[in-house]
């Protein structure tokens, strides 16, 4: 039986190594090959996608060795060294009144940003969404995301994984378990030496785990 937040939207993995890399970890895993999102202009950072089943999907992501060096998202992800799952989100219909609704519970989850990336074949997605950026939550608590009228990601990432269970470990589980109720999202969440998010997904070559 899958075990994840009802409103996933997308699982980011990455790190300090080429895209292609990444590429090549899930598909030596997985035996399926993520196609090539695009780059994020302002992020300095290019992606690749693979399907997760429904609405949900796995969104490999690297610094961008063309892009823009001096962005924060691409430092931070060329930062981390070893791929691991930096971050995920959840999806709402309407991101200012999540915000609001969250920051009323206690918890907020940061500036709302308006992002954009060109796909291969031209097109120009764009979204919204809101992040903490806070290092002691990032990777345990979500950001929020909204589509609006953009295509969602999922409907052209190759498919063939499914997304059977997200779970994740903080040293203080106590210090988020806050956080994650503000923005009411159920997460099964356990001690652990340091923030990490875990997830179960089938492949045709079987089970694995990210984190």
Known sequence: MASFPERFDHLMYGGGVALEALVDEVAARSGLRASYGGRHATGGTHNALLGL??????????????????????????????????????????LDRARARARRAGYDPGPIETLARRTPDGRRLSWRLAWAGDGVVLGVVPFLIEWGR??????????????????????????????????????????????????????????????
């Open 53 to 94: 089943g429904g609405a949900r999907y796995l969104e490999l992501i690297a610094a961008d060795p063309a892009g823009d060096g001096a962005a924060q998202r691409g430092r931070l992800i060329a930062g981390l060294g070893a791929p691991r799952a930096i971050c995920w989100a959840v999806a709402v219909d309407d």
């Open 150 to 211: 953009c295509p969602h990601p999922a409907a052209s990432a190759p498919a063939g994984l499914r997304l059977v269970g997200l779970r994740a470990e903080h040293p203080q589980p106590e210090s988020v378990a806050g956080a994650l109720r503000a923005l009411d999202v159920e997460l099964e969440l356990g001690p652990g030496p340091q923030p990490a998010l875990i997830a179960t997904i089938d492949s045709p070559r079987g089970r694995f785990e990210l984190r």
